[in-house]
């Protein structure tokens, strides 16, 4: 099956049982049942809520509000990942880090950000190589110009580029589950790397010169290589019902919401919303 062909889970269509009766043991199990002999699933993780958490936590103003929250939720991130890696069935992992909308943001919160960002992937990279795991930079490290030469989308400073990059270039032969950092992302401006490659690929003779731009292409050169395909769900905190700019690599993936911010949320509340996702049925247009 391609990796971005869609995995079913036939016969598991029931409606997920009233939470409170499901014993975190009882949530593994039927995890590890549903997703046994399947192809491997890539998760979509939307962190959402630090600076809001820190509001209304300590009625802290910014940028210490911004500091503390992100500080918190950094830690929640690196929990989850360890959580995905000890305890669950093998899963790819997409977390959101930095969207190319965020350069946005208050210019002392950026810069704050990037010293996490860079220590978080270090220790996923570590612990990464220690269970034939993958690191996968989603994102530009490179900034995006115009025709004019104006700038449209910056890129990442040192030395968090060189660290996604060593990542990268030390897990590139693992075969286990992937984690995926999504730093300065987005889908639209991960559509443009992808039609360069495009491009590149027919002046080579990789493929024909009318090779048509099809999602087919999309997935064989986006920033994974193929590696993680589409999102099978894709989990985001704080109550927000929206996908931001996962873009169309989210099309038919299961949407799930935690109402709480991200300091606040447990493992548990991520397994509930996978099982939740996978004991779904998907009938894709049917």
Known sequence: MPQHERVRFMGRTEPLRRTEILSEEEIHQELWEILKGQP????????????????????????????????????????IVRHFREELPP???????????????????????????????????????????RVIHMG????????????????????????????????????????????NYSGRDELIRIHEKYQHAKEIGELLKDAPFTPNIWFRYGDDGG????????????GEYRSSAFGWRADYAEFRVIDNH????????????ILDSLKTERRVGK
Do not use: C
């Open 40 to 79: 491997r699933i890539t998760v979509g993780f939307i962190p959402d809520g630090n600076r809001r958490w820190a509001r209304g936590k300590f009625g802290l103003l910014a940028p210490v509000a911004h500091r503390l929250g992100h500080n918190k939720g950094t830690e929640k991130v690196i929990g």
């Open 91 to 133: 899963m790819n992992l997409m977390p959101w880090g930095f969207s190319t909308d965020n350069w946005n943001r208050p210019q002392d919160e950026i810069e704050a950000l990037f010293p996490l960002l860079t220590d978080t992937v270090e220790l996923i990279t570590k612990e990464a190589m220690e269970v034939d795991g």
């Open 140 to 183: 530009r490290k490179d900034p995006l110009y115009d025709q004019d030469g104006n700038l449209i989308v910056p890129g990442l400073p040192e030395p968090l580029r060189t660290t996604l990059s060593l990542a990268e270039e030390l897990t590139q032969g693992n075969k286990g589950a992937i984690i995926a950092p999504a730093i």
């Open 227 to 238: 590696a993680l395909g589409e999102l099978t769900v894709l989990i985001r905190t704080s």
């Open 262 to 273: 991200l300091p606040d949320i447990t493992t548990l509340d991520i397994e509930l919303k």
